[in-house]
């Protein structure tokens, strides 16, 4: 659908060139007064100097040749040559039933969609789950939804760590304590076991030990990096013990994104990569992209306008062995021939953006992605605890995805249940909805690319700009619904007419914000956009629940229409959730 702020525009614009002025003075832009008027244009100002006049005759030379008006209405000039314009009342009630009546509230789907791949998550098979990984999942999952909803055809790729030198150690550990295995016998000829030699627990705690005895013991971390050396170069035994951890991890990876509401499409890592590096780098070199430097191969990808120095990107270290880049251009080889997507974002720490950059220049450079493919780089901050510092535990350790959710559904169970009765398992289902709310909007709601403080009283509140408190007005908008329907009405096909009031009427004007708003958070990949609309329009709701009685409102068609709002209201909030990834509850 069309955005109302166009309609205005296109009005004034026929005003402007009646009127004898250049049409694109007419821009509209909403009000930065509100108190004063809703929409605002600044044109007949721009135009003074070109006409010679002042700008205060200009606005009323507009206004005075204003003939065709559907949607502006109100309009008046004021000193120095502002226009002030309200939308006609019962234009916004006509938008705002077209939105209603269209599929997906008129959400204006991609003429031409687009393959985009996003890849996100990025977890490190073995390595517990941390908060550091917690943004890009949330972060990931919501640009993915915010692009599927724009009609793009989309797909998420956790992209995992599987292929490192945390393996290496891994198997060094393992070997120590179980040497009897057969996988560390080389003459060993049969089928290896089924099972896995360790639980994801046990792989959770060998994980940590291996990594501090190699900082202390020089031989372990040499065993380590030759046991990587090894499994990246086929060995039998740990390629078998390296299936085992993947199945292992990958299926507690599975059970914690679906806790947190998170879905990949695929589940590819760092190891698929590997089978392309070798003709990738070979046909590097043969087309002359990669040259020897200092022993490594690299690959140069300053620019002459480049201001700063930007390093080459290593894809081959002295030793041969590959690195962080080598992989990445690997995936978009195989990413190019089995999808071949038109955008891949990646989202990953902002500290990252070097390593992306030298990436997306080398990929373009020699031709591994076409001219026409985006890359983009969603790079985000780190999550502080309240002293600034990185989020921890209270004892000060690192913080498990694990436990900080089940922390929050905690704080949230106690909330719901204080002074309430609630029945047991209804409050534990919803402590979990409301918790999931508040960490991701906590962390959504902040402009990505800014560290922000995880703050659990702040996050948790029903009130303020958090996720409980849009919930909570889902929630307050349901019950509404619900006992209109329970008074034996009928809640289908109720028309929206004119406001009469200003709560109305603003309320009116930020429901119809919705399609803009989404389509800049796709634009900007800026899921915190979606948070400031939502923030506002509840903030709008609850201004005109708390001045107006609705279900005691006795004109009918009063009624009806307001509950008609009601409904679409609702129905804006639960699709932006949506994108956001979490759900309100029936009750809360
Ligand atoms: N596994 C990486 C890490 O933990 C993140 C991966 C980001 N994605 C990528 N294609 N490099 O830092």
Request: proline content about 3%; aromatic content about 8%.
């Amino acid at each position: 659908m069309n955005k109302i702020i166009d309609f205005i525009e296109d009005e004034l614009g026929a005003a402007f060139e009646k009127a004898g002025y250049d049409r694109s003075l007419s821009k509209v832009t909403v009000s930065n007064r509100p108190d004063l008027c809703e929409y605002q244009c600044n044109g007949a100002m721009a135009g003074a100097k070109a006409y010679h006049k002042a700008p205060f005759m200009i606005a009323e030379d507009v206004i005075a040749n204003l003939t065709e008006r559907a949607y502006i209405g109100e309009i008046g000039a004021v000193k120095p040559g502002f226009i002030n314009i309200k939308l006609d009342r019962d234009a916004a009630a006509a938008y705002l039933n077209e939105m209603r009546a269209a599929k997906e509230l008129g959400i204006g789907k991609a003429d031409d969609p687009q393959m985009i791949m996003v890849d996100y998550g990025g977890p490190n098979v073995a390595k517990p789950l941390h908060v550091g990984h917690l943004r890009s999942a949330i972060i990931g999952e919501s640009v993915k939804r915010i692009a599927k909803k724009m009609g793009h055809k989309v797909l998420g790729d956790i992209h995992l760590g599987d292929w490192g030198y945390q393996m290496g150690l891994i198997i060094t550990e393992l070997r120590e304590r179980k040497p009897e295995l057969p996988y560390f016998d080389e003459a060993f000829e049969g089928e290896y076991p089924e099972e896995a030699p360790f639980t994801i627990s046990e792989l959770e705690e060998i994980y940590p030990t291996a990594s501090t005895k190699a900082k202390e013991d020089e031989a372990y971390r040499e065993n380590a990096l030759h046991a990587t050396y090894l499994l990246q170069n086929g060995h039998k035994g740990y390629t078998a013990v390296w299936e085992h951890i993947m199945k292992v991890s990958v299926a507690d990876l599975k059970k914690n994104y679906d806790n947190l509401n998170v879905k990949f499409d695929l589940w590819k890592g760092e190891s698929d990569a590997q089978s392309d590096i070798p003709d990738m780098i070979a046909r590097l070199k043969a087309d002359g992209f990669a040259h020897v430097d200092q022993g490594a191969l690299v690959i140069d990808v300053q620019e002459e306008s480049d201001t700063k120095e930007i390093p080459p990107c290593m894809i081959q270290k002295s030793d041969g062995a590959s690195l962080y880049g080598t992989t990445d251009l690997a995936t978009l080889v195989q990413r190019q021939r089995d999808y071949g997507p038109d955008k891949v974002i990646y989202v990953a720490d902002k500290r990252q953006e070097l390593h992306f950059e030298q990436v997306f220049r080398a990929a373009k450079k020699t031709g591994i992605v076409p001219g026409g493919t985006e890359l983009s780089f969603l790079g985000f901050g780190t999550m502080n605890g309240k002293d600034g510092r990185p989020f921890k535990t209270r004892e000060g350790g690192i913080m498990r995805l694990e436990n900080l959710i089940a922390d929050i559904g905690e704080e949230m169970y106690k909330k719901i249940t204080d002074n309430r009765t609630v029945e047991e398992a209804e409050a534990r289902a919803t402590a979990k909805m409301v918790g999931l709310a508040a960490i991701k909007y906590g962390d959504l709601s902040n402009q990505a690319s800014k560290d922000y403080v995880f703050d659990v009283d702040r996050f948790t509140s029903f009130e303020g700009n958090t996720g409980p408190y849009i919930l909570y007005t889902i929630v307050r908008i349901k019950s509404i619904l619900g006992k209109y329907t329970a008074e034996g009405n009928e809640s289908d096909g109720l028309k929206i007419t004119g406001a009469d009031s200003d709560g109305e009427k603003a309320l009116m004007l930020e429901a119809a914000r919705y399609n803009e708003v989404m389509a800049a958070a796709y634009e900007e990949l800026a899921p915190h956009k979606i948070c400031a609309y939502i923030y506002d329009l509840a903030n709008a709701f609850n201004r005109f629940y708390h001045e107006t009685k609705i279900l005691a409102e006795e004109d009918t068609k009063k009624k009806e229409s307001y509950i008609a709002l009601l409904i679409l209201v609702k129905e804006i909030l639960e699709a932006c959730i949506d994108v956001l990834g979490f759900e309100a509850p029936e009750r809360m």
